[in-house]
């Protein structure tokens, strides 16, 4: 074989060589709440880039919120083997000022798969700080399949 056709021949094989180029994954699921839907991408590295997760939380006192909970980095913990995160926030809504506490954990299952827990905690006040009621969601399995 000539210079050129080993040059040729070492290309070729170069190019065969190179791991497929990853690609970020949209996983969409349910959730031990039934008909709520569950979402997860990751990115091109193989890391959780968002998660979603549609829940329901009966309240202390009569009532029931339905809502949607949208997670992205940074997480507490995040690999290719899964994530983990908890978070508090505060927010308004209808006149009333809310405490939230949510973690949420995910693990991978094989290539194609993920299974996790989620759980929330909304604490409602008057603006004058007055309490008002607590809505829980209890603690929800959740999976997410591409």
């Known amino acids: 074989m000539g210079g050129r056709g080993l040059a040729s021949a070492i290309a070729v094989s170069a190019l065969l060589a190179l791991p497929a180029l990853a690609q970020a994954v949209e996983y969409e699921g349910g959730s031990g709440q039934k008909d709520k839907v569950t ?8 890391l959780v880039s968002r998660f979603s997760i549609e829940w329901r939380a009966p ?59 989620f759980k929330l905690k909304a604490d409602y006040y008057e603006q004058s700080g007055e309490y008002v009621s607590t809505c829980r969601t209890g603690l929800v399995d959740w999976f997410a399949h591409d």
């Open 59 to 117: 309240c202390r006192y009569g009532g029931t919120i339905d809502a949607k909970s949208v997670l992205t980095p940074p997480f507490d913990r995040s690999g290719r083997a899964g994530f983990a995160d908890k978070r508090s926030v505060e927010v308004s809504d209808d006149g009333l000022d809310v405490k939230v506490k949510l973690s949420v954990t995910g693990e991978r299952r094989g290539e194609h798969a993920y299974r996790g827990r």
């Open 39 to 46: 979402k997860l991408r990751t990115n091109p590295k193989g």
